[in-house]
């Protein structure tokens, strides 16, 4: 599968998803139905981590799915959290923000998995303060 998702932890609070190779629009489309139903399954607070570090390409079409993506986001969705973007995905979530302001008022860029839970780290102190 091109596109896995899975929680990152075991307090459910880290959604990591993984691109790895060719992925396509309909991988896309699962990944949001999934990501409904896990945080449906939740009663707090669930930040995303998007891996591309493996990801060989991306389809044109993937901004077809931002319609999708806003009408389904929930309120406890936080960080949205893009590691290892290339510079097409980093325009493609730029102009998805434009698009598609709920899902990605949150976005964030980092090139590791550990600056990706640094960020959650730095949201989670900044709302206990």
Same mark, same amino acid.
């Given at each position: ?19 790895? $190779? ?12 999934? $990501? ?13 981590? *998007?891996? *591309?570090?493996?990801?060989? !390409? !991306? ?7 931002? $319609? ?35 899902? *990605?008022?949150?976005?964030? *860029? ?20």
């Amino acid at each position: 599968m091109p596109v896995s998702m899975d929680w990152d932890n075991a307090e459910k609070t880290v959604i990591r998803v993984t691109f790895d $190779g060719q992925w396509d629009t309909d991988d896309l489309y699962r990944m949001v139905n999934k $990501g409904v139903s896990m945080i449906d399954s939740v009663d707090h607070i669930v930040d995303s981590i *998007f891996d *591309f570090a493996h990801s060989t !390409s !991306s389809p044109t079409s993937a901004l077809a799915t931002l $319609g999708r993506m806003e009408s389904t986001h929930s309120q406890k969705e936080r960080l949205t959290i893009i590691v290892n973007a290339s510079s097409y995905i980093k325009a493609l979530c730029n102009i998805a923000r434009k698009l598609a302001p709920k899902t *990605f008022a949150n976005l964030v *860029f980092v090139d590791s998995i550990n600056e990706a839970y640094n960020a959650i780290a730095r949201e989670v102190t900044a709302v206990s303060v």
